[in-house]
């Protein structure tokens, strides 16, 4: 048996609830996690209001989680119970305390990353280096703007633009959270509830505009991170908290000879080998204090619908995970 939040129906938090399943034994390919971490991320929100109709219901949400492993299929063998590992994947299945998983799709962990860290930072640590390593490579030297650079993607993406050599502009709600993305990398940064950012980063960057726009937010931030982008900019969209992005005419993009992206992490974690070099490179920046983990607040396995109220509302600083 395996406790997992099942999702029946599409709507508000509140159509998160507890259930037991039966857990078969793994298949020969396939490996059983007791799960001791899971990462809570946007994606799983629209999952759960119905803006991603990517899982059949009645199913169970969640796309990264980190555990021991308990059993192995017959034809499993470079993996072996007592292994610690960690997953994301679009196939879905993480909030449960234990599951069986393709052994293909894990994720093998340091012994210096602790299980809740690892819950924490593998989407989104995964997500930033796909952003400005693969997406489209930022440079030093270049200017960049975060939106929502506080949050849990936000303050990572800071980190290592500046590590890079980037200078990064972030956008935030408040004045604690301007405090928090200057801790992690942003040279400037702009509250968007008093004042309008297109025309602060006109005034930073005197009259320019920035050279590549990280934008998770969507419908209220598109059309003015557009806007924000220098001559031969990159508008990367890679979210959308606010809502989904009204069509534009591509003729937009000629004003300044922009480009436009629109890309997500599962489409480059599909090779074994991609992902474990990605995760490399992931586990290195956090060794060397390029990243940091911080976890925003947590909560056990069952109160998960507790954990989105929590994210959406935007109150929460850093990750958000459930402990089963």
């Given at each position: 048996?395996?406790?997992?939040?099942m999702?029946?129906?599409?709507?508000?938090?509140?159509?998160?609830?507890?259930?037991?399943?039966n857990?078969?034994?793994?298949?020969?390919?396939?490996?059983?996690m007791?799960?001791?971490?899971?990462?809570?991320?946007?994606?799983d929100?629209y999952?759960?209001?119905?803006?991603?109709?990517?899982?059949?219901?009645?199913?169970?949400?969640?796309?990264?989680?980190v555990?021991?492993?308990?059993?192995?299929?017959?034809?499993?063998?470079?993996?072996?119970?007592?292994?610690?590992?960690?997953?994301?994947?679009?196939?879905?299945g993480?909030?449960?305390?234990?599951?069986?998983?393709?052994?293909?799709?894990?994720?093998?962990?340091?012994?210096?990353?602790?299980?809740?860290?690892?819950?924490?930072?593998?989407?989104?640590?995964?997500?930033?280096?796909?952003?400005?390593?693969?997406?489209?490579?930022?440079?030093?030297?270049?200017?960049?703007?975060?939106?929502?650079?506080?949050?849990?993607?936000?303050?990572?993406?800071?980190?290592?633009?500046?590590h890079?050599?980037?200078?990064?502009?972030?956008?935030?709600?408040?004045?604690e959270?301007?405090?928090?993305?200057r801790?992690?990398?942003?040279?400037?940064?702009?509250?968007?509830?008093?004042?309008?950012?297109?025309?602060?980063?006109?005034?930073?960057t005197g009259?320019?505009?920035?050279?590549?726009?990280y934008?998770?937010?969507?419908?209220?931030t598109?059309?003015?991170?557009?806007?924000?982008?220098?001559?031969?900019?990159?508008?990367?969209?890679f979210?959308?908290?606010?809502?989904?992005?009204?069509?534009?005419?591509?003729?937009?993009?000629?004003?300044?000879?922009?480009?436009?992206?629109?890309?997500?992490?599962?489409?480059?974690?599909?090779?074994?080998?991609?992902?474990?070099?990605?995760?490399?490179?992931?586990?290195?920046?956090?060794?060397?204090?390029?990243?940091?983990?911080?976890?925003?607040?947590?909560?056990?396995?069952?109160?998960?619908a507790?954990?989105?109220?929590?994210?959406?509302?935007?109150?929460?600083?850093?990750?958000?995970?459930?402990?089963?």
């Amino acid at each position: 048996m395996a406790d997992v939040i099942m999702l029946r129906e599409t709507g508000g938090p509140e159509v998160l609830r507890l259930e037991s399943v039966n857990l078969p034994a793994p298949g020969p390919a396939e490996i059983r996690m007791r799960q001791a971490a899971v990462g809570v991320n946007f994606h799983d929100t629209y999952v759960r209001t119905g803006m991603y109709k990517t899982l059949a219901l009645p199913g169970i949400p969640g796309v990264e989680a980190v555990g021991v492993v308990e059993l192995v299929g017959a034809e499993v063998r470079d993996i072996k119970a007592g292994d610690r590992v960690g997953y994301v994947t679009n196939r879905y299945g993480g909030y449960a305390d234990a599951r069986n998983i393709a052994a293909d799709r894990v994720i093998r962990l340091p012994a210096g990353l602790n299980d809740r860290d690892a819950a924490a930072v593998l989407t989104k640590g995964l997500t930033v280096w796909m952003l400005i390593n693969k997406v489209r490579l930022l440079r030093r030297g270049e200017m960049c703007l975060v939106h929502a650079a506080a949050g849990g993607v936000g303050r990572l993406l800071c980190q290592w633009a500046s590590h890079v050599g980037a200078e990064v502009i972030g956008t935030v709600g408040s004045r604690e959270k301007a405090e928090i993305a200057r801790r992690n990398g942003c040279k400037h940064v702009i509250q968007y509830r008093e004042e309008k950012f297109p025309a602060r980063i006109r005034e930073i960057t005197g009259g320019r505009g920035v050279d590549v726009v990280y934008d998770s937010v969507g419908r209220d931030t598109f059309l003015g991170s557009l806007e924000s982008l220098a001559m031969r900019g990159h508008l990367v969209n890679f979210g959308q908290s606010s809502g989904h992005v009204e069509p534009i005419s591509v003729s937009r993009l000629v004003e300044k000879s922009n480009t436009l992206s629109r890309p997500i992490l599962f489409h480059y974690i599909e090779s074994p080998a991609e992902r474990q070099e990605m995760a490399d490179e992931l586990f290195a920046a956090l060794r060397g204090g390029v990243l940091r983990v911080e976890i925003g607040a947590e909560f056990p396995l069952r109160e998960a619908a507790a954990a989105h109220r929590a994210l959406e509302s935007r109150t929460v600083s850093g990750s958000i995970i459930l402990v089963p």
